[in-house]
C-alpha cells in the first residue's frame, strides 16, 4: 500500500491553514522549515484573470531520489505504508552534507538556519495514522481541499489526476500525490 495526498485545486483558497496547523502539530519554530507550503498560480489578465492555488510538501515518491542520494541512508521508505522518513540522528545535516535537498525536485529535505540543522520533512504524519487519524494538515483545512490515503482509494474516491497547473509530474519518481485541477471556466463563475 502506498499512502499519498489528494489536493482538489477547485477548493484551495490558499488560506494557509495546512501551513500553519503542520508547523503547530510538529512543533516547527518559527522560520524557514515549512513542511507544507503553498504556491499561487496566476494567468490571464483583466478581466479573466485565472487564480489556483497548488500544495508542495513531501510527495512520498514511489522511488524516492533523496534516499539514493543520501550517503548514511538516514532516509528510508516504509514497506507498510510508503511514508518516507528521516532519521535525524543518522543524518550528516546541511553544511556536512544537504545532498538530499538537492536531489529533490520538490523541495521537501528542509534544513532551519543552524550550523548543526538535520534534514526534516513532510513524515504525512506517520504517528497519527497509527491512531486512526488523517494528516493534520488534511484536518485542518477548512474548504476540505485536501485528502489522504491510499493511493488507489483516493483515484477511485476522487477520480483524480497527476497533473495540474503548476505542478510537474516526474513520472519515473511515482509522486504520491493526485489532483482535481482547477479550470479557466471555475476561476470566471
Known amino acids: 500500500m502506498q ?12 488560506c494557509l491553514t495546512c501551513c500553519v496547523a503542520c508547523k503547530d502539530w510538529h512543533n516547527i519554530p518559527p522560520g524557514p522549515v515549512q513542511w507544507i507550503r503553498i504556491s499561487c498560480i496566476e494567468k490571464g ?3 479573466s484573470p485565472f487564480i489556483a492555488c497548488l500544495i508542495h510538501c ?13 550517503p548514511v541512508q538516514a532516509i ?6 510508503g511514508i518516507v522518513v528521516v532519521d535525524q540522528e543518522a ?3 546541511k553544511h556536512a552534507c544537504g545532498l538530499c535537498k538537492d536531489a529533490c525536485p520538490y523541495g521537501s529535505p528542509q534544513f ?4 548543526e540543522a ?5 513524515d504525512l504524519c506517520a504517528e497519527r495514522w497509527l491512531e ?4 493534520v494538515c488534511v484536518e485542518a483545512c477548512p474548504m476540505r481541499a485536501m485528502d489522504a490515503g491510499p493511493l488507489e482509494e483516493l483515484q477511485v474516491k476522487y477520480a483524480c489526476q497527476k497533473k495540474t497547473f503548476g505542478f510537474t509530474c516526474f513520472g519515473e519518481l511515482g509522486p504520491s500525490i493526485m489532483f482535481k485541477p482547477k479550470t479557466m471556466d471555475e476561476n470566471t463563475a
Open 132 to 135: 486512526g487519524k488523517k494528516p
Open 112 to 115: 532551519e538556519n543552524r550550523e
Open 91 to 93: 543524518c550528516l545535516g
Open 118 to 122: 538535520k534534514m526534516q520533512k513532510c
Open 76 to 81: 528510508e521508505k516504509r514497506s507498510d505504508n
Open 45 to 47: 489578465k483583466f478581466p
Open 3 to 14: 499512502l499519498g495526498f489528494y489536493s482538489d485545486q477547485s477548493c484551495c483558497t490558499g
Open 58 to 70: 513531501c510527495f512520498h515518491c514511489l522511488h524516492p531520489l533523496c534516499i539514493q542520494a543520501c
